[in-house]
């Protein structure tokens, strides 16, 4: 049974930091695409970073370029995104997400067919 388990969220103020990870519990792990949504109230879920299995890629929503960072630790079957100079606009539940493909968009939440319960990041201004 694939299971995705989200941790590391929590309250922080603005330009503070936060480190989220996702354990991962799939057979060929190391296979995977791995992504990170979030969604805040009142708004669609968006992508928010992807990696390849081969960790050769990552992709990042445009604003958080050069703020969030996506890596994976394949011997662990996790997942991380370090986040950086949070901003109130970042406040959301964050979900990790896994795509056993890995031909598609990596930014297109279609594509991904397990997800974890979510981790909720407040930025406080």
């Known amino acids: 049974q694939v299971q995705l388990v989200e941790s590391g969220g929590g309250l922080v103020q603005a330009g503070g930091s936060l480190r989220l990870s996702c354990a991962a519990s799939?057979?060929?792990?190391?296979?995977?695409?791995m992504g990170w949504f979030r969604q805040a109230p009142g708004k669609e879920r968006e992508f928010v970073a992807g990696i390849d299995s081969s960790q050769s890629s990552t992709y990042y929503k445009d604003s958080v370029k050069g703020q969030f960072t996506i890596s994976r630790d394949n011997a662990k079957s996790t997942v991380y995104l370090q986040m950086n100079s949070l901003k109130p606009e970042d406040t959301a539940v964050y979900y990790c997400?896994?795509?056993?493909?890995?031909?598609?968009?990596?930014?297109?939440?279609?594509?991904?067919?397990?997800w974890g319960q979510g981790t909720q990041v407040t930025v406080s201004s």
């Open positions: 997400a896994a795509d056993p493909k890995g031909i598609f968009s990596p930014r297109d939440d279609r594509y991904y067919d397990y």
């Open positions: 799939i057979r060929g792990f190391s296979a995977y695409r």
